[in-house]
């Protein structure tokens, strides 16, 4: 029986085993993973496959011998979780290569399964030729078909930031392609602000966005897709689909609670509503502290904090996970695109008096070389000021201005804290007026 | 009679009245000032001495006249404050050109006149050759002198942040230097981590440093200049003093409560000890929200707030300023130096049980193109866990983590808060584990 048994060998998977070894040397700590391929930046595959990174090794921390050899931690890959038993402790965890199940025992478990793309009801995914964005070894397979294949015309289904990242690689590499979505606009759960930013973007590069386009099927005539959808028909060599994730716990069973979407539900410590089971990273929900309720944010950064929390608690600790305010960031062409806490949509839909207030400013002094423009958009509670979130657009690094709103709204500051934010100075590096500052001055009515 | 009297045209002055135009556009407003040229961005003086900015032009925004055609504000300059009699509500000022003194009358008053270079006692700052860096008239006369004389060697009295922003501007120009400084380390008001940042960088770029140096004396001798020290004399053609400012407040005559170096004191709306007046910018003390009482700290940044504070107070509003955190930054070649709060030695002295803890990261995902070493140290207080304060030095913009820090400050959050910080991630702006977040886990013993 492993003492610590963990389901999944990426962002949260590793950082508990490795916390669980830095607490507590002398545990036996098991990690069984599904994929060949564990401990990789998966955000880092759209660079890949734009050239702007050379090999898809780069993305990979650890191999699993290496890892092993480096920590003491086993770790056993091509082993998909395919069952639970919380009466037993045990999980039912299948052999990828031979089909064998096992049953392993635990004596306290770690769900860290991440996520797996959607599918679409109108595509064969099984069919060569179409790929998910999700894994180092979907990469692999990628880079292999256009080496064969050289495809000139790609479709990507989905224009979501990750749609959206890929578009840019695709634009890097030569690779001509439409940018297709049933929906109207691109990243749709982002705020609007930010979706006329993208849509600027798409229109400055030329980008064959088609918005509001449903497929109906997808036909395959030799080598050639045909994508069948009501207005016109699309053809393309090469099928990414990439309209989102979904929680990877179908092997629960409904043995554990979940939100609708599957994403398991966790307290504070990253415990499930079974005991001696924990959960994180994609395959969990956590506490969004501005909707006060949790929230479906697969993203590394809370998989890794979540992990590494967890792994803390399986060995006694009791340190608390405060929630996210869902920042998050992306790169289109030279557009930096980050947001945090909600959308004035999404504010006003949580029942908040919600206003926004834009805000343009450089962001260094506007006489010093490479000045460029930011703007920012704060979302605000009218009666108590509160500030509910932010997004940033700019041709420079967005976190410089999306962290601090980050911050601010975790902090559950107001735009009156916020005016008088006493943010770095000097003419390289940020201007006199910071644009957060500038819009906080407006939506205080200063 | 000015109903609303301002004495000063920079950030703090300008700002001031055009909060009172725009809550009141009816009001009288007149602006007094030393100097010919207003309403620049004195901070830029470094970058057109170094040729990045093509000329002193670029760093003004208005001259006088355009100002006040733009604004309808009264804009008088070569006017020096030279009295203050606040039982006859008169300051008494200094025309320039004739010499002649007027009582100007008020209604309001604004003290706006900023700060002024420390002079030192062993220089007679009138000869030739011999400059200040803290207006555009002082960038000219410089560039003229440069022009005609050709000098082949500077002396840079003081190693502080300008003194460091000026060594790297004669670098750039080709202009050999010594960068003179009495004390044993450069920018010696900053946390002891900065300063080994800044030392490294000295050695790397092989400025000739002399710290500890105590000038005795400087003699003239023909175009050139000897400076007298313990050790060794040191020639130059050309001597920068930048040892700091002090408050230009001499002609206040001690009406007005202020620090010991001649700072005004000021509530939170920006009032002085005596009605109706009021003061803002480099001339003033502002509340440290961390020491809990008020410091000097002049800075750009802060001026603009504060003056923009005391014209809406100015005209009725009753606007609080909450204070400063003492967030700075600087360049100093390829080395971008952030701080904000306490230091380690300001927080130990300030009476609280301060710990720092260092870390290093990169600045985006290591695999990302460009990715360069950040390197961070946080302050708290251990009985409580509270974030005093934060330095970065890093290759990449250090606003990007000081700024973050710097709410994080404001707001009181402890170093248990900043683990769990849900920074923006992505490969090309920012690291799974940012440099703030790890070293916030080791500071909450995580």
């Known amino acids: ?160 930031n990750i749609g959206l990242e890929l578009a840019e690689s695709l634009s890097r590499r030569g690779l001509a392609y439409s940018l297709v979505d049933v929906l109207d606009s691109p990243i749709a759960t982002w705020p609007v602000f930010s979706q006329k930013a993208v849509l600027a973007k798409i229109k400055d590069k030329g980008v064959d966005f088609r918005p509001g386009t449903a497929i109906a099927s997808i036909e395959k005539r030799g080598e050639e897709f045909i994508l069948h959808a009501e207005k016109e028909d699309l053809r393309a060599d090469i099928i990414f689909s990439v309209t989102g994730t979904k929680p990877s716990t179908g092997f629960c069973g409904g043995k554990l609670e979940t939100l609708p979407n599957g994403a398991i539900l966790t307290d504070s410590r ?76 999404e504010a006003l839909q949580a029942g908040f008096q919600a206003e926004a207030v834009s805000s343009r400013a450089n962001d260094r002094s506007g006489y010093y070389p490479g000045a460029a423009q930011v703007e920012v958009e704060i979302v605000f509670d009218r009666p108590s000021g509160r500030l509910l979130g932010a997004a940033a657009a700019s041709r420079v690094n967005a976190a410089q201005f999306i962290d601090p709103a980050a911050m601010a709204v975790s902090a559950g500051l107001t735009v009156r804290d916020l005016a008088w934010f006493d943010a770095a100075y000097a003419p390289p590096y940020a201007p006199v007026w910071n644009a957060l500052v500038s819009a906080a001055f407006q939506a205080a009515r200063f």
């Open 270 to 345: 990253a415990r499930t509503s079974v005991p001696d089971i924990f959960a994180a990273g994609d395959c969990a929900a956590v506490l969004h502290r501005v909707l006060g309720r949790p929230a479906y944010i697969p993203l590394g950064s809370t998989a890794n904090k979540v992990g590494r929390l967890a792994g803390m608690n399986m060995v006694g600790a009791e340190v608390e996970f405060p929630g996210v305010v869902g920042t998050q960031i992306f790169k289109f062409f030279d557009l930096s695109l980050a947001r945090t806490g909600l959308g004035l949509e």
């Open 1 to 160: 029986m492993a003492e610590f048994l963990i389901i999944g060998a990426d962002a949260a998977g590793l950082s508990a085993a490795l916390q669980i070894k830095r607490k507590r040397s002398a545990a036996e700590v098991k990690v069984v993973a599904k994929g060949r391929i564990i401990s990789y930046g998966a955000c880092g595959i759209p660079y890949v496959l734009s050239g702007e990174i050379a090999s898809p090794d780069k993305l990979v921390n650890f191999t699993s011998k290496g890892f092993q050899e480096k920590t003491g931690i086993v770790v056993e890959t091509g082993r998909e979780a395919v069952g639970l038993d919380p009466e037993r402790r045990e999980v039912e965890v299948k052999d990828l290569d031979s089909g064998v199940i096992r049953h392993e025992p635990y004596g306290r478990l770690l769900i860290a399964t991440g996520a797996e793309p959607k599918r679409l009801p109108f595509l064969d995914h099984s069919l060569e030729g179409v790929f998910n964005l999700h894994t180092v070894e979907d990469l692999n397979r990628i880079m292999a078909f256009i080496a064969a294949k050289e495809p000139r015309r790609a479709a990507v289904i989905g224009a979501g």
